[in-house]
């Protein structure tokens, strides 16, 4: 009886400082919060209270962009005994499919920010062939989340669209406004790298009425990482003092709350304005800074970015060697990550480049791979031929994950995806 009172008076305890660092992570007592977290994983018993603590550490790594040390959170356990091994072990022994699934999907999620996309949706694989309870199915939309953000990261579309329209469903399904936040977010940047910008302003707006609506207990991230979207549209959009509003209240929350990675991807989107402005020298520093803390926090796909700023302000100068050097560096990064869309857009920019020095053979080259790209991505419209994401176009899905232009749906009167046959005229969820 006494082993069991000291044994349930080691969960409360456990509890008790779990909940302590929350409110000291809740009030941006970050490193605080780490170090009282870091306590009880040293010494706590329970297995499954050290379970919540390293999802603690891990979600806080995350947001402050050490992705390095999200993944050290598993492996933290090879220097204390191996944890995230015995705590699996652990989880199968106590046939908890529910932890199972949650430490895949943690793994999932840290190999996503380090873009490491293949094993992303290995890990996100792993999670959804589990047989869980409710709380694994309810899990299943994070999954699914991520594992679009991975085929996004890899441009492979359709299969991106699909897994956002399973996330979307699963937020609605569990009326998880959180979720569709975040699903809202990243379709915001699914449709800024295929070129239909009024959705890629739509579905971030969205998310901000979502926060206005329900976010009241919500971390300010979800409000910062809506507006930092809305900017990224605006600008493509021209709208560049509605772009720099948004980035700026996106800036001071992420300053606020030592968020790094959106730091950088604010600085980008500043670079970007200023690049837009035709005002190169104020846009080369915002481009430096931004790099120095992709660079730190292992975002290789934000230096594909922001080397194509970069690239583009030496190209506005006619700086075209200085260009070609950037290139040179965005494809090493491009071809290492299986970004086809980066490629895609630097094939490009040195058709351009190489038409301006007249170097035919060179031009042709990067024209033959430039198509070769677009046949890969199958970023061409299915009924008019003509390619996608070249310039603004409104796009519309099919429930098969195929998307169009919508003047083509609208004027064609198909009534089966051209692509895959499938029989129907609904439009996709999103």
């Given at each position: 009886?006494r082993?069991?009172?000291?044994?349930?008076?080691?969960?409360?305890?456990?509890?008790?400082?779990?909940?302590?660092?929350?409110?000291?992570?809740?009030s941006?007592?970050?490193?605080?919060?780490?170090r009282?977290?870091?306590?009880?994983?040293?010494?706590?018993?329970?297995?499954?209270?050290?379970?919540?603590?390293?999802?603690c550490?891990?979600?806080?790594?995350?947001?402050?962009?050490?992705?390095?040390?999200?993944?050290?959170?598993?492996?933290?356990?090879r220097?204390?005994?191996?944890?995230?091994?015995?705590?699996?072990?652990?989880?199968?022994?106590?046939?908890?499919?529910?932890?199972?699934?949650?430490?895949?999907?943690?793994?999932?999620?840290?190999?996503?920010?380090?873009?490491?996309?293949?094993?992303?949706?290995s890990?996100?694989?792993?999670?959804?062939?589990?047989?869980?309870?409710?709380?694994?199915?309810?899990?299943?939309?994070?999954?699914?989340?991520?594992?679009?953000?991975?085929?996004?990261?890899?441009s492979?579309?359709?299969?991106?669209?699909?897994?956002?329209e399973?996330?979307?469903?699963?937020?609605?399904?569990?009326?998880?406004?959180?979720?569709e936040?975040?699903?809202?977010?990243?379709?915001?940047?699914?449709?800024?790298?295929?070129?239909?910008?009024?959705?890629?302003?739509?579905?971030?707006?969205k998310?901000?009425?979502?926060?206005?609506?329900?976010?009241?207990?919500?971390?300010?991230?979800?409000?910062?990482?809506?507006?930092?979207?809305?900017?990224?549209?605006?600008?493509?959009?021209?709208?560049?003092?509605?772009?720099?509003?948004?980035?700026?209240?996106?800036?001071?929350?992420?300053?606020?709350?030592?968020?790094?990675?959106?730091?950088a991807?604010?600085?980008?989107?500043?670079?970007?304005?200023?690049?837009?402005?035709?005002?190169?020298?104020?846009?080369?520093?915002?481009?430096?800074?931004?790099?120095?803390?992709?660079?730190?926090?292992?975002?290789?796909?934000?230096?594909?970015?922001?080397?194509?700023?970069?690239?583009?302000?030496?190209?506005?100068?006619?700086?075209?060697?200085k260009?070609?050097?950037?290139?040179?560096?965005?494809?090493?990064?491009?071809e290492?990550?299986?970004?086809?869309?980066?490629?895609?857009k630097?094939?490009?920019?040195?058709?351009?480049?190489y038409?301006?020095?007249?170097?035919?053979?060179?031009?042709?080259?990067?024209?033959?791979?430039?198509?070769?790209?677009?046949?890969?991505?199958?970023?061409?419209?299915?009924?008019?031929?003509?390619?996608?994401?070249?310039?603004?176009?409104?796009?519309?899905?099919?429930?098969?994950?195929?998307?169009f232009?919508?003047?083509?749906?609208?004027?064609?009167?198909?009534?089966?995806?051209?692509?895959?046959?499938?029989?129907?005229?609904?439009?996709?969820?999103?």
């Amino acid at each position: 009886m006494r082993l069991f009172n000291a044994w349930e008076m080691g969960q409360d305890q456990t509890k008790q400082q779990i909940e302590k660092g929350l409110h000291l992570y809740q009030s941006n007592q970050t490193e605080k919060a780490l170090r009282v977290w870091m306590r009880v994983l040293e010494k706590s018993a329970d297995p499954a209270g050290r379970f919540r603590v390293l999802g603690c550490l891990i979600t806080a790594h995350a947001e402050m962009g050490r992705y390095k040390d999200m993944l050290k959170a598993h492996h933290v356990i090879r220097l204390q005994k191996k944890f995230a091994v015995v705590q699996i072990d652990t989880a199968r022994e106590l046939e908890d499919p529910d932890y199972l699934t949650e430490s895949y999907l943690n793994l999932a999620r840290s190999n996503e920010k380090l873009c490491e996309f293949q094993k992303t949706i290995s890990y996100c694989k792993t999670c959804l062939n589990m047989q869980g309870t409710t709380v694994s199915l309810q899990l299943n939309g994070q999954v699914s989340l991520s594992m679009g953000n991975a085929f996004l990261g890899l441009s492979i579309f359709q299969k991106a669209l699909e897994c956002f329209e399973k996330a979307l469903r699963y937020a609605h399904n569990n009326d998880d406004k959180m979720l569709e936040c975040r699903v809202c977010c990243s379709l915001g940047n699914f449709y800024a790298q295929i070129k239909d910008y009024e959705k890629a302003l739509f579905f971030p707006c969205k998310a901000a009425e979502l926060v206005n609506d329900y976010g009241k207990g919500w971390s300010l991230k979800y409000r910062a990482m809506s507006q930092y979207h809305m900017a990224v549209a605006y600008r493509k959009l021209g709208h560049l003092a509605d772009a720099m509003d948004c980035c700026e209240e996106s800036m001071k929350i992420a300053l606020q709350h030592g968020d790094r990675p959106l730091q950088a991807l604010c600085l980008l989107c500043f670079a970007d304005i200023h690049r837009s402005r035709k005002d190169v020298q104020t846009a080369f520093p915002r481009y430096d800074s931004s790099m120095s803390i992709m660079t730190e926090i292992g975002n290789r796909l934000g230096l594909i970015q922001v080397l194509l700023g970069v690239t583009k302000c030496w190209m506005i100068q006619k700086e075209l060697d200085k260009a070609l050097e950037s290139i040179e560096k965005a494809q090493e990064l491009a071809e290492g990550l299986g970004n086809k869309l980066g490629l895609l857009k630097l094939h490009c920019l040195c058709e351009r480049i190489y038409r301006t020095k007249g170097q035919q053979r060179e031009l042709r080259d990067h024209v033959v791979k430039f198509h070769e790209c677009v046949e890969e991505m199958e970023l061409y419209c299915g009924m008019c031929g003509e390619s996608i994401g070249e310039k603004n176009n409104q796009l519309q899905a099919l429930p098969c994950s195929h998307f169009f232009h919508l003047k083509c749906l609208q004027t064609n009167g198909s009534r089966g995806c051209p692509n895959c046959r499938r029989l129907s005229v609904k439009p996709g969820y999103v």
